[in-house]
């Protein structure tokens, strides 16, 4: 069974900070990951979708890698900005009709 | 194009009902998947829809059960609720082409 963990729990830093969130799994069988931003009480976002090829992907201040064989994936963050804060979701899809596993999430607060 | 759509966006229930929430799909998009938010944690899978029929569960017991309509639109349905099915209900849709889901803003459903 394919387990998810995301570390930190919570963060907290400065605008302006670079950060990396961390997410751990377990099954290197997968298909791809993604991670997702979530605003409080609100649904989610993506961010960035990984294909288990790829080694990495970047959009805007973010940047993704994957780690297939170690089971591990980063969230980059460059220059923090207060509009940051939320929370963070990694999630992997396995193979065939498999759908997502999550973490738990890592909270961001980014303070001006 | 439109993005995937849910409603209600709140409801409360009474424990012992039945509560019906309903998901419209991206367009283009063959694929609804459902998922249990609970407060804190991450999104945990219920089930899927592939043209009308289900193609994987998660482990939620037969009183959760879903529908997926000719045109990709998808109920869940959750029959004698219980209090700890208190939780924010996404749903979730994806293309033939492409396993990357996009999700809707969510239901938050209280059970009293």
């Known amino acids: 069974k394919q387990e998810v963990t995301q570390i930190p729990a919570a963060l907290s830093v400065p605008e302006g900070e670079n950060l990396v969130l961390n997410c751990s799994f377990t099954d290197s069988a997968i298909y791809n990951l993604q991670w997702f931003r979530q605003d409080p009480g609100k649904g989610l976002t993506s961010l960035l979708l990984i294909q288990s090829s790829q080694r990495e992907q970047t959009s805007g201040r973010l940047n993704a890698s994957l780690d297939k064989s170690s089971g591990r994936s980063t969230l980059y963050i460059a220059a923090s900005q207060p509009g940051d804060s939320a929370t963070y979701l990694c999630a992997v899809k396995g193979s065939g009709y498999s759908t997502l596993t999550f973490g738990k999430g890592t909270m961001l607060l980014v303070s001006p | 194009e439109t993005g995937v759509t849910q409603s209600p966006t709140h409801l409360i229930k009474t424990r012992g009902q039945q509560v019906t929430l309903r998901c419209s799909s991206q367009s283009g998009h063959n694929t609804v998947s459902w998922y249990q938010q609970a407060l804190g944690q991450g999104p945990q899978f219920i089930f899927q829809?592939?043209?009308?029929?289900?193609?994987g569960r998660g482990n939620f017991p037969p009183r959760f059960s879903g529908l997926q309509f000719p045109n990709y639109s998808s109920e869940l349905n959750v029959n004698a609720l219980e209090l700890d099915d208190s939780a924010l209900y996404l749903c979730a849709s994806s293309g033939a082409n492409s396993y990357e889901q996009y999700f809707g803003p969510g239901t938050r459903l209280t059970v009293t």
């Open positions: 829809y592939y043209r009308e029929e289900e193609n």
